[in-house]
């Protein structure tokens, strides 16, 4: 249950207080929904809004992106992204918590790694495809930038990515691979049914 202190229910309903346009309402329910350091990036840009989200529970995802969609907010990776490149709608840029970083064994050659665990602690376990990475770079901003991939047909097994839990456009989640032609993973959800099968008819035009 969320509460609030004597002084600021005193003042609840008070000018000032509350949300007053669509923006306002949006940056008020994101903070009282999602755990996470918010700032508003006021003055970035004259003719939409945004701000920065850096969040602690990988679940407030699902809260961001139905906030996100109602308001018609647009929700990217921080560092995707900026307010005087987006000139279509209001933006929200997400980062992740240095918390979010634990890397689980799954075996001799194989790992669960959190969105914050970076290139640098990958590589100190051998993960050597990313000798090539910022030490920095977290595995979220390395897998969403085409820069570090090698996107011919076929070659998207040197990523060494075996799963990955996404989220789609239209809010599914789904945990997605193993990433092969061979592969007879279950489409789990609609946009996987009609959009994998695709791909692969596409992919067997062009090779």
Same mark, same amino acid.
């Given at each position: 249950m969320l509460g609030m202190d004597r002084r600021s229910f005193l003042q609840f309903g008070r000018s000032g207080v509350l949300p007053? /346009?669509?923006?306002?309402l949006f940056?008020?329910?994101?903070?009282?929904?999602?755990?996470g350091d918010f700032k508003r990036l006021d003055g970035l840009n004259e003719a939409y809004h945004a701000a920065q989200i850096c969040? +602690?529970?990988?679940?407030? =995802?699902?809260?961001? +992106?139905?906030?996100?969609?109602? +308001?018609?907010?647009?929700?990217?990776?921080?560092?995707?992204?900026?307010?005087?490149?987006?000139? /279509?709608?209001?933006?929200?840029?997400?980062?992740? #918590?240095? #918390?979010?970083?634990?890397?689980?064994?799954?075996?001799?050659?194989?790992?669960?790694a959190q969105p914050s665990v970076t290139a640098g602690q990958?590589?100190?376990?051998?993960?050597?495809?990313?000798?090539?990475?910022?030490a920095e770079m977290t595995i979220?901003?390395?897998?969403a930038s085409p820069l570090y991939h090698d996107c011919r047909p076929y070659f998207s097994f040197l990523s060494?990515?075996?799963?990955?839990?996404? =989220?789609?456009?239209?809010? #599914?989640?789904?945990?997605?691979?193993?990433?092969?032609?061979d592969d007879r993973s279950v489409l789990s959800v609609p946009i996987l049914s009609r959009c994998i099968p695709n791909l692969f008819e596409l992919l067997r035009r062009i090779a």
């Amino acid at each position: 249950m969320l509460g609030m202190d004597r002084r600021s229910f005193l003042q609840f309903g008070r000018s000032g207080v509350l949300p007053e /346009t669509p923006w306002d309402l949006f940056c008020h329910r994101l903070q009282r929904t999602v755990r996470g350091d918010f700032k508003r990036l006021d003055g970035l840009n004259e003719a939409y809004h945004a701000a920065q989200i850096c969040i +602690y529970r990988l679940a407030d =995802i699902q809260h961001i +992106y139905a906030l996100c969609r109602e +308001y018609e907010v647009a929700m990217v990776l921080d560092g995707f992204a900026s307010p005087q490149t987006v000139h /279509t709608r209001d933006l929200l840029m997400v980062q992740f #918590s240095p #918390s979010l970083n634990i890397i689980e064994e799954l075996g001799e050659q194989a790992c669960l790694a959190q969105p914050s665990v970076t290139a640098g602690q990958l590589l100190a376990l051998g993960y050597y495809q990313f000798s090539r990475v910022p030490a920095e770079m977290t595995i979220a901003q390395w897998f969403a930038s085409p820069l570090y991939h090698d996107c011919r047909p076929y070659f998207s097994f040197l990523s060494g990515v075996e799963r990955i839990n996404a =989220i789609f456009a239209d809010g #599914s989640q789904a945990v997605v691979g193993g990433f092969g032609v061979d592969d007879r993973s279950v489409l789990s959800v609609p946009i996987l049914s009609r959009c994998i099968p695709n791909l692969f008819e596409l992919l067997r035009r062009i090779a």
